[in-house]
């Protein structure tokens, strides 16, 4: 069974600062996305990433995913309070190429 | 198009009735998914369709829960009998090919009283 595993769960920190979060799985996936939830809505894409060891940058997010296509992470840079959410990972492999969700990371950045 | 809806946006039911939601996908994508959410947890995997053809179901959904795609646009979801344990957020998201972006919708927040 694939899974992929968010951390932190939870992540608060102050406007200004620059935060990491991560998605691991022992499984390989054929591409990866990144998601962003806030409350009362629908998840909105925000990147897909293919090859393992790509990088991209949204503005102030940066996101890669790994060598071995099992993991990725997503760095903000100068965080601000609008960046607050629920921050979705889901990877796309398997049989008929399956999209599994990762449970989130919620971040809440202080003014 | 400007993306995925779903109606009604807010569904307040008693314990026991049934509910029916909509789902108007991206009118070029041709495979429709469901997933469930409840409070602080990821989206969960209910069912998918390519075109009209339900090609999945999870464990997930149980016999009072039903979903269609009669023409292979929108789709819809119908809840029997419904518990408290029901209440969650209902969203809906479609793609254009397997294992692509998936764009959602709003969803459809249910709650049983």
């Known amino acids: 069974t694939q899974l992929l595993e968010q951390s932190p769960q939870f992540l608060s920190i102050q406007e200004g600062e620059n935060l990491t979060v991560y998605c691991n799985s022992s499984s390989v996936f054929s591409s990866l996305q990144w998601y962003r939830q806030e409350p009362g809505e629908g998840p909105v894409l925000l990147v897909t990433?293919?090859?393992?060891?790509e990088v991209k940058k949204l503005k102030r997010l940066t996101f890669q995913f790994g060598d071995a296509r099992k993991d990725s992470s997503l760095h903000i840079t100068a965080a601000q309070p609008g960046d607050t959410g629920l921050y979705l990972c889901?990877?796309?492999?398997?049989?008929?190429?399956?999209?599994?969700f990762g449970k989130g990371t919620r971040l809440h950045i202080l003014p | 198009d400007t993306g995925v809806s779903q109606n009604p946006r807010h569904k307040i039911t008693k314990r026991g009735q049934n509910v029916t939601f909509r789902c108007d996908p991206i009118s070029e994508h041709n495979r429709l998914y469901w997933y469930r959410q409840t409070l602080g947890q990821g989206p969960e995997f209910l069912t998918y369709?390519?075109?009209?053809?339900?090609?999945?179901k999870s464990r997930l959904l149980s016999d009072r829960f039903s979903a269609e795609r009669p023409k292979g646009s929108f789709s819809t979801l119908e809840i029997q009998r419904t518990e408290q344990g029901d209440s969650a957020m209902y969203l809906c998201?479609?793609?254009?090919?397997?294992?692509?972006?998936?764009?959602f919708g709003p969803g459809t927040r249910l709650t049983v009283t």
């Open positions: 369709f390519q075109n009209e053809a339900q090609l999945e």
């Open positions: 998201a479609s793609s254009a090919r397997t294992g692509f972006e998936q764009y």
């Open positions: 990433v293919v090859t393992g060891g």
């Open positions: 889901a990877g796309a492999g398997g049989r008929d190429d399956k999209i599994i």
